[in-house]
């Protein structure tokens, strides 16, 4: 089927250069980017894996810190409490 899009020609320039390099047509080069997309989100985007963070100590915040002050957080931070 034809359609008709409107590329950025600098990024026309560069699918092309590249497409050329792989030894595919331009139009491979759009359906296989437009099935990736639609099959599974952005293209080029990794699935987000799950990583284990070490641990330590109880948990909890530290005594006196209050979360609902932001001036005495970053005091606590910079080392001024």
Known sequence: MRTTI???P???KQ???K???QQKTFTNVVE???ASWVQGGPIGAKKARRI???KSGKGG???GVDLDSNSSLMDRMDGLL
């Open 6 to 8: 409107r590329l950025n």
């Open 10 to 12: 600098a990024l026309l």
């Open 15 to 17: 699918v092309k250069q």
């Open 19 to 21: 497409a050329l390099a």
């Open 32 to 34: 296989e980017a437009l």
């Open 52 to 54: 284990k963070l070490p």
């Open 61 to 63: 915040l530290l005594p």
